[in-house]
Structure formats: structure tokens, C-alpha cells
DNA sequence: CCTGGAGTTGTCCTA
DNA sequence: TTAGGACAACTCCAG
């Protein structure tokens, strides 16, 4: 038998088979081999996190056996191991999706180096996003800084949410070449925690293609017709829930948009439009990445440098553990450990209250999440935090802080989410139930609540709290003008 | 270079 | 009870 030379699909963030620009070019090449390479190496810092180590777990497995266990895999720093694997299987060339972390921007380039250097093609494609970062600039040729500009270009010059995604391929497990490693190669990176809370996080979702797959259709049938109002409401099931596979690359969001246009042509035009926001909102997370690569450490807005940020890392831990005394927050931050995701109302509200209330620093709040999210995403997760904190590109106006407990009324009127979460107070009466430090004793004493036992007391008085923001930005602010 | 209009998701006070 | 305006001013962007 002739040995042809193979071509190397490599795995990264796009762990999918249908829609996958990659894949199909290193099929139109001939035979293939898929690998994956877990690189906490060159990943550092940013490496995945608990939450999403879990979920890559699994949605390595669900690839590997739909690839008829033909997955190669391994671990360590990609720079020397692409290299030496396309080297030693005798490859002709290497395919990839672009990833936009810095880290990895830096990492791939070395690597594509590398193999022109062995005389092994190396190439790129666009399988991530709907616009590349580059693509969508001002007419001078700077980025964009502020989202709407940014997506109203975007809709105008590179209409790719209205173009039907590629050509499904019916790929078989014969289409790639066989994996001559031990079957256990997966467990061996040691993804999943020795602990079994992963089991109870995991309940809800189904990582892989299938999955997501299976997701989207869902929201399609069921959320997606209900969008525009419903996204707001916590206890309801009227967000995507994509997030997770969006991250992981288990859909494309080419194929995600597409089936939104064509959702909004059947008559849910305004519920589609809302939610190609949303997707649009991730674009711009992305091109603000790639083009201030720093968002993901760094204020955008230099004058945020000199706001005096308190540091209680008690009030943290309460934060983080649920024990504020404000139960949306709680909720929330339950929610997050408990499930590995959070609705997005509610991270706005624990956010801010993190922020503003408590006043620590935003990075807490970005490494908290980055920990706990299964869909934790360095340009989305990043973006947001600067957002909500004031000091990112298109930022909320610093004097919009939200209040929990109007925010909790107004999007959780009877409490189901809260109860759903802190079952400790679920026999308050929701009259009480948003507040309970300002619940009458008698009130309480009834639904059996003793405060400071059963649940904490309110960490911070949010007049106060909110007024003493609003007085550091300000000092701030005026600090500036002193300088300048 | 100038100019006008606009900017994800809120809160609080007042009438 | 509810609706409207103030909040603060700046930067960004398109024409």
C-alpha cells in the first residue's frame, strides 16, 4: 500500500465537525489526522479555567467518538509539539480555525514559522466569527471604539449573518486516519476535578455538537419567539443558552446567525434582530481584543488607573459564596458555582454590585467569573467586566448603577429565581423577599428566618454605597483634570 | 477640519 | 401610581 502523505487537521477552539472551514479544506487535501493539543504552557494565566476544563472534557470525548475514537492528543507547548507531530507523520500541511487571545495569536505565528521552516504548509481560516476583526474598521482604518458604528458597518460591508453557512460535508470516521494512541488519552489530561460537583454543574447541559446542535433547535422552537421581553427574566428559559458551544466552537455562529435571519423572515423579525445584537456583541468583544489586546488586563480608559479601588478580600468572598444579603446577587453567584453559567440580567446585577457596591476591582469579578463560567471567554468575559466597571471603550455611563433590590423586582417580581437558588429564604413572602434586611422581625420570624443565622444581613447599605461611587468617580475625575 | 448627533441593558426625585 | 426629566460631560463617528 502506497503511504500518502497526510494532512493535519488541528483542534482548537472549533471542537465541530459540521460548518468548519478547516476541516474541509484539509479534506479537499486528502486523508486526515485531527489533533488537539491542551497548552496550559503558552496558555499561562489564561489557561481554562475549572468550570470550562470540565466542559472540554467532555466535548473532546463527544469529538473523539464522533471521529471513531481518531482523535490525536496531546499536551504540553504547541510551539514544539504541531512541529514535531506534522514532522514525524510525514505531513504536507497543517489546518487551523483563527483563535484571537493574544497568547495564542503570538503562539500560532511562531508555530506557522516553524513549519515553513520544515516545508510544511501552514494555514489559517476564519471559522470563529462572523467578520474578522480586520475586516470591520473605520473609514480611516482604525477600529471601531463604540458597538453601534460598529454594527451598522458590519450589516452594511460584510452581510455574512444573511449568507447561508457552508455546505454541510457528510464526513466519516474514514476520512480521517487512524489514532495510535491509548484510549484513555483524554482522561489523562486530567480535565476533570477529583471532585464530583462537576456531575451536579454538568446536569443541565450536553457538551458537543450534538448538543449544540440540539440547543440551537430548541431555542429556535421555544426562546427565540419570545426573545426581546423574555431575555430579561432570570427564571425563564428565553436566552439561547449557546454560549458554552459558542465558546468551544461545538456551532458555528456562522450557522447561528443564519438560523436567526431565516427565523426572522418567518415573522419573528424584531425577537431575531434582538439576538443578532447579541452575537454581534460577542463580534465586537473580539475585534476590541484584537485590536487593544490589553482589555483583558488593562482600563481601556486610562483615567480608570486612578480609581481608588477598595480591597476587602472578605467582602470578596462573600461576594463569590453568595452571602451578600441581597439575594439576586446571591442567586446569581449561586447559580454560577452551582451550574457553571449565570442569566445575563443577573450577571450584569452581581457585576455591578461587585463594582460599584463593594468597589473592588473589576479583574476580581473577571477572574471570579473566568473560574466558574463554563462559557468563560477572554474577549466576551473581559469586554463585559470593563462595561459594567465604566472604564471599557463603549462603557456604561458611570452613574447608571443598579440597584439589586429594584433590579430584583422588577425582572424576579415573585421570586422564582431567587427561591430556585436560596431556598433558605424561599418562605419569605415575595413582598419581603427582595430585601430581607428591611423585612419587618415578625415577617421574618414567621417564614422561620432568623438574620445573621439562617441568611447574612446586607453587607453594605446600597444608598450609601452608591453615593460613595458616585463620589470616587468623581474624585477621580477631578484628580484627572488636576493633572492634565 | 469642522459639526452635529448619538451613545445596550438605570436610578431617583418630583410633580 | 406613574411619567418625565436630571444625572455630566465626553468621545466617537459620519457627513
Not at 500560532?108 to 476583526?133: C, F, M
Not at 444579603?325 to 449561586?334: N, T
Not at 437558588?421 to 430585601?435: G, M, N, Q, T, V
Request: proline share 5%; hydrophobic share 40%; with cysteine.
Amino acid at each position: 500500500m502506497p503511504k500518502s502523505s497526510p494532512t493535519i487537521l488541528w483542534f482548537r477552539q472549533d471542537l465541530r465537525l459540521r460548518d468548519n472551514p478547516a476541516l474541509s479544506a484539509a479534506l479537499e487535501q486528502g486523508a486526515v489526522l485531527a489533533v488537539f493539543v491542551l497548552d496550559d504552557k503558552n496558555a499561562g494565566e489564561r489557561r481554562h479555567g475549572a468550570a470550562s476544563r470540565c466542559w472540554l472534557h467532555h466535548s473532546l470525548k463527544t469529538l473523539d467518538s464522533s471521529l471513531g475514537g481518531k482523535l490525536w492528543v496531546l499536551e504540553g507547548d504547541a510551539t514544539e509539539l504541531i512541529p514535531q507531530f506534522a514532522a514525524e507523520q510525514g505531513a504536507t500541511a497543517v489546518h487551523w480555525n483563527r483563535c484571537y487571545e493574544p497568547w495564542r495569536i503570538t503562539r500560532d505565528g511562531r508555530i506557522k514559522q516553524a513549519l515553513a521552516t520544515l516545508g510544511i504548509n501552514a494555514e489559517s481560516h476564519s471559522g470563529t466569527l462572523l467578520w474578522e476583526p480586520w475586516q470591520v474598521l473605520k473609514s480611516d482604518g482604525t477600529p471601531y471604539k463604540v458597538f453601534t458604528p460598529f454594527y451598522r458597518h458590519a450589516l452594511k460591508t460584510q452581510p455574512a449573518a444573511v449568507v447561508a453557512p457552508a455546505t454541510v460535508i457528510d464526513h466519516r470516521a474514514s476520512d480521517f486516519l487512524a489514532c495510535k494512541q491509548d484510549r484513555n488519552k483524554i482522561d489523562s489530561l486530567a480535565l476533570l476535578p477529583v471532585s464530583i460537583w462537576h456531575k451536579a454543574m454538568l446536569e443541565d447541559w450536553t457538551p458537543g455538537e450534538a448538543g449544540a446542535q440540539m440547543r440551537l433547535e430548541e431555542f429556535l422552537e421555544g426562546g427565540l419567539t419570545d426573545y426581546r421581553e423574555g431575555r430579561d427574566f432570570p427564571a425563564r428559559r428565553s436566552v439561547s443558552r449557546l454560549s458554552p458551544h459558542l465558546h468551544f466552537g461545538e456551532i458555528s455562529v456562522k450557522q447561528v446567525a443564519y438560523a436567526a435571519t431565516l427565523s426572522a423572515q418567518q415573522g419573528h423579525e424584531s425577537q431575531s434582530e434582538h439576538f443578532l445584537r447579541e452575537l454581534a456583541w460577542r463580534e465586537f468583544s473580539y475585534s476590541l481584543l484584537y485590536h487593544f489586546p490589553a482589555v483583558c488586563e488593562k482600563n481601556l480608559k486610562q483615567e480608570f488607573d486612578h480609581f481608588p479601588w477598595r480591597d476587602d478580600p472578605e467582602l470578596r468572598i462573600a461576594w463569590q459564596r453568595g452571602m451578600t444579603g441581597y439575594p439576586i446577587v446571591d442567586a446569581g453567584m449561586r447559580e454560577l458555582y452551582a451550574t457553571g453559567t449565570m442569566h445575563n440580567r443577573v450577571r450584569m446585577i452581581t457585576a455591578s454590585f461587585l463594582v460599584k457596591n463593594l468597589m473592588q476591582h473589576w479583574r476580581h469579578g473577571e477572574q471570579w467569573f473566568w473560574d466558574c463560567l463554563v462559557d468563560a471567554d477572554l474577549a466576551n468575559n473581559s469586554c463585559s467586566w470593563q462595561w459594567v466597571a465604566g472604564s471599557g471603550a463603549d462603557a456604561a455611563p458611570y452613574f447608571r448603577i443598579f440597584n439589586p433590590v429594584t433590579q430584583s423586582q422588577k425582572f424576579d417580581k415573585d421570586g422564582e429565581y431567587i427561591r430556585r437558588f436560596i431556598p433558605e429564604i424561599a418562605a419569605l413572602p415575595s413582598k419581603f423577599l427582595h430585601d430581607p434586611s428591611s423585612a419587618p422581625e415578625t415577617v421574618l420570624q414567621q417564614a422561620g428566618i432568623s438574620l445573621g443565622v439562617d441568611y447574612p444581613r446586607a453587607i453594605v447599605d446600597l444608598k450609601q454605597s452608591r453615593e460613595r461611587a458616585l463620589s470616587a468617580y468623581h474624585a477621580m475625575r477631578n484628580t484627572e483634570d488636576w493633572a492634565s
